[in-house]
Structure formats: structure tokens, C-alpha cells
């Protein structure tokens, strides 16, 4: 039987001691799936099921953008699905809240045992059992939780946490990037991961869809202060007449953080109806911390890459964000 009594902070110990204890597991990773969450479900699920442990990966086929082609995606179970079985344990992976877990799943916080796996700094520690630390990636920390546990890496799980790693970590180049990254890296290079095909897959062929967005959120380019701040937006209206998904704009952030001499971009994304809510993804860059930024929003993330919602239309949060943005790049140091 699995202890139900809360620890803030676990260990990998803790945690492969807990999963040891389970029959039937149920992992999960957060709302609008990335690279990071998807592949630590896909290569979790797969490690477990190898070792003897019955797992299930829940979360949804489509709209997963790049990272789509990997081997595993096929075995995903719908949120909606998955709630009518039963299990005795879960586990999230690259959740920094509960709100972050899919809305269809959150009621197993409430009934079974938690296993919270995350690299995120503002992580609130919902779980059970915690092991939050910091990392690269989610991807990293189960590479980790394979080696610890004498699991076999096989080239289906390596590559599914290839790409958790490379997109997290911006092949290897993000300042998050540890000793600890490359090692993994080294690794799992190991297992035959096909680093080329991954890299065309996710990093140099891109949907028509994809690009009819980027196009749309050029048109949107706001430029501040000389390029210190930048913006891009898109509406439901620009999802639903391109038939695209959050992943499918996953790299527009990417449009105002190229531009020379910049120091925080955003990318909104929301409707413009008295009820709407829009969704913030911020990158900024040494020494400005974005979380710092997102923070009053109750948001979260990393150092240069975090994001939140302002329950606001999309006009009103620009607006909002921006008059933050100004005064808190007025109060931050220079670069």
C-alpha cells in the first residue's frame, strides 16, 4: 500500500520506492502537450511497462505539433477515456500546478496517490510526493529515474526523451543547460536516436498551417523601446480559420525574440469577447527573470521562458501586460 502522507520534497529514491509499491499507474502531463511533457509521458509509460509495471500515458493524438511523430503517441489514451479505469497510482510529469494537469484527470488528485515529476522552479508541490529539481528538462529527470531504477533504455524511449530534452533545453543551447544535460544527451545518443530525422522533424518542416500562423503574427509585430520589448498576437478567430492548434504556433514566440537588441517578448493568444481569457508566453534575457514577470499574473516557468493567463480579452491583456512589462523593465537592472 502506498503512504499517503504528503512530502514536499522527495528524492528519486522516494519515488521509485513509491512506484515499486503500485500495480496499475496512471501518468500524465499538462495541458497544450509539449515536446518536454509528451515525451516524458511516452518514454515513463514505456519504461514502466518493460520493468512489469502496468502504465497508461494519458493525453490527446492530435495537435501535438512536432514532436507528433514519436513512436508511443499511438498508445495514448484520451483524458476522457482514461477516467472510467481505475489505478492506484499517478504520476505528472512536467506539471508546475495542479490547474496545469488536464481538467478531465483532476479529479485522481483528490483520490489516489500523487507522484509530482518537475524541473520547474515555481512548482507548488501538489503531489504526494514531490520531486522537483532542477534540470533542463522533465525529460532529463526521468533519464535519471531510469538509471537510478536499472530500467532498460531501448531506442523508442531514448528518442522519446531526445526530444523532451533538445526542445526544453533548445538543443542544448538554452542557459539552462547543465553538465548534467549533455551527459544525458551522450546517453542516450546510445540507443540509436535518429538525431538527424528528429531535428528535420521538429526544427525544419513545417505545416502549411504553421506558417499561415507565423504570418498572421507578423502582421501583429509590436516594437518597444528600441526593440527591448516586442509582441505578436493571435486570435481564436486565427486558430479556427487555419484549422491550428497551440502547437501548431508553438515556434512563434520565436518572431519577436529574434529581433536585435530585444529583452522580453511575448506572444499573446486569445479572443477578443467580453469573456475571453488570453494566454501569455514571455522569453526574456539575462539577467531579467521572467517569472518574476509572470508572477502577479499567478503564473509560472523558467528563468527565460514562462508564461500565464490574464483573465482578460486579448486587447485589455495587452494592455495590461505591456503597461507591467514597461515598469518592470524600468525597475530591472540593464544588461
Keep these: 500500500m502506498i503512504d499517503m502522507k504528503t512530502k514536499r520534497h522527495s528524492t528519486v529514491s522516494d519515488v521509485i520506492a513509491v512506484i515499486r509499491k503500485a500495480k496499475r499507474v496512471l501518468i500524465s502531463g499538462h495541458i497544450r502537450t509539449d515536446g518536454d511533457s509528451l515525451g516524458s509521458m511516452i518514454a515513463l509509460a514505456r519504461l514502466l511497462n518493460q520493468a512489469g509495471i502496468d502504465a ?3 493525453g490527446e493524438r492530435k495537435g501535438l505539433g512536432g514532436p507528433g511523430f514519436l513512436r508511443g503517441v499511438e498508445l495514448l489514451v484520451a483524458p476522457e477515456k482514461v477516467v472510467k479505469k481505475s489505478f492506484d497510482l499517478l504520476i505528472t510529469v512536467d506539471c508546475a500546478a495542479a490547474d496545469r494537469v488536464p ?8 483520490t489516489l496517490p500523487v507522484v509530482c515529476i518537475d524541473h520547474h522552479v515555481t512548482n507548488s508541490r501538489f503531489g504526494t510526493y514531490n520531486w522537483v529539481e532542477k534540470a533542463a528538462s522533465t525529460g532529463e529527470l526521468i533519464w535519471k529515474l531510469a538509471r537510478r531504477a536499472k530500467w532498460t533504455l531501448d531506442q523508442v524511449s531514448a528518442e522519446a526523451l531526445w526530444v523532451a530534452v533538445i526542445t526544453d533545453s533548445g538543443r542544448f543551447a538554452y542557459d539552462s543547460t547543465l553538465p548534467s544535460t549533455l551527459r ?11 538525431t538527424s530525422l528528429i531535428n528535420d522533424k521538429i526544427y525544419a518542416s ?28 493571435l486570435t481564436g478567430r486565427d486558430f479556427e480559420e487555419t484549422d491550428g492548434t497551440k502547437a501548431d504556433a508553438e515556434d512563434v514566440i520565436d518572431i519577436p525574440r529574434n529581433l536585435a537588441g530585444n529583452r522580453v517578448a511575448l506572444f499573446f493568444y486569445g479572443n477578443e ?12 534575457r539575462e539577467p531579467l527573470d521572467a517569472t518574476e514577470l509572470v508572477k502577479k499574473f499567478g503564473g509560472g ?19 495590461t501586460m505591456m503597461k507591467s512589462v514597461e515598469q518592470w523593465l524600468y525597475d530591472a537592472p540593464a544588461s
Design 103 to 110: 481538467e478531465p484527470i483532476r479529479p485522481f488528485l483528490a
Design 56 to 58: 497508461v500515458a494519458t
Design 184 to 194: 544525458c544527451g551522450a546517453d542516450l545518443v546510445k540507443y540509436g536516436v535518429r
Design 301 to 319: 516557468g523558467h528563468a527565460r521562458a514562462a508564461g500565464c493567463t490574464i483573465y482578460e480579452p486579448l486587447t485589455q491583456a495587452k494592455r
Design 273 to 284: 469577447d467580453d469573456h475571453a481569457e488570453t494566454r501569455v508566453s514571455v522569453r526574456t
Design 206 to 233: 513545417f505545416s502549411s498551417t504553421n506558417i499561415e500562423l507565423k504570418r498572421r503574427a507578423f502582421r501583429t509585430l509590436t516594437i518597444l523601446h528600441d526593440g527591448e520589448i516586442a509582441s505578436v498576437s
